[in-house]
């Protein structure tokens, strides 16, 4: 007689059943555990990035942090941008941070970023077969060269807390999310049509 078969605990909502599910839970509900980001470059203002979104494309945030040579937090922020994909919410985040330190006449600046991908595609390490991406990759190596010295570092995603937080934050803020490139798609038609009246005899 064969033996009875385990079957597998019903799922939880909000729960993770492996280890790559937890690391994406705690990820979306922006716990951050880890070491403190190291020290930055000596007389390099610092920015800190993270996209996220909540499925691949799905709702999704960016958040960024902008930090001074002396340690001075002087821009920080998060917004959602729409529907999109991870990786193209951890470009529009760079790209936000980049043209912010543009506009407050930042001249040396290290941009840490936790998604490798985007690190080594901005680098020159890798290029983006996605056309998006590419588009959105030149534009990071312009909004860099517009700032005069910049240095692009991955960090690990425990060291990002502060950044992250704030694309948590406007995720859980944000019920209404149109797309990302602000196209709405057409309204579905009801498989019920109206009947229409029938005008009354005198």
Not at 163 to 186: C, K, N, Q
Request: charged share 25%.
């Amino acid at each position: 007689m064969a033996a009875p078969q385990r079957r597998r605990p019903a799922r939880r909502h909000g729960r993770a059943n492996s280890d790559a599910e937890r690391r994406a839970l705690a990820k979306a509900s922006g716990r951050r555990t880890g070491p403190p980001a190291r020290a930055p470059r000596p007389g390099y203002a610092v920015l800190a990035t993270d996209g996220g979104s909540r499925g691949n494309p799905g709702p999704a945030a960016i958040g960024y942090v902008l930090t001074a040579a002396d340690g001075t937090v002087v821009a920080a922020h998060g917004e959602t941008i729409g529907v999109a994909g991870a990786n193209v919410a951890e470009y529009r985040a760079l790209l936000a941070g980049l043209e912010q330190a543009s506009r407050l006449g930042v001249d040396r600046l290290e941009a840490r970023c936790d998604a490798r991908l985007v690190i080594e595609q901005v680098t020159g390490r890798r290029e983006p077969a996605n056309p998006r991406l590419s588009a959105l990759c030149s534009a990071v190596r312009d909004a860099s060269e517009r700032i005069g010295s910049v240095v692009f570092t991955w960090v690990p995603a425990e060291t990002n807390g502060r950044a992250h937080a704030l694309v948590a934050e406007a995720l859980a803020t944000t019920r209404v999310f149109p797309p990302a490139d602000g196209v709405r798609p057409p309204a579905r038609r009801s498989a019920r049509r109206r009947r229409r009246r029938r005008p009354s005899t005198p």
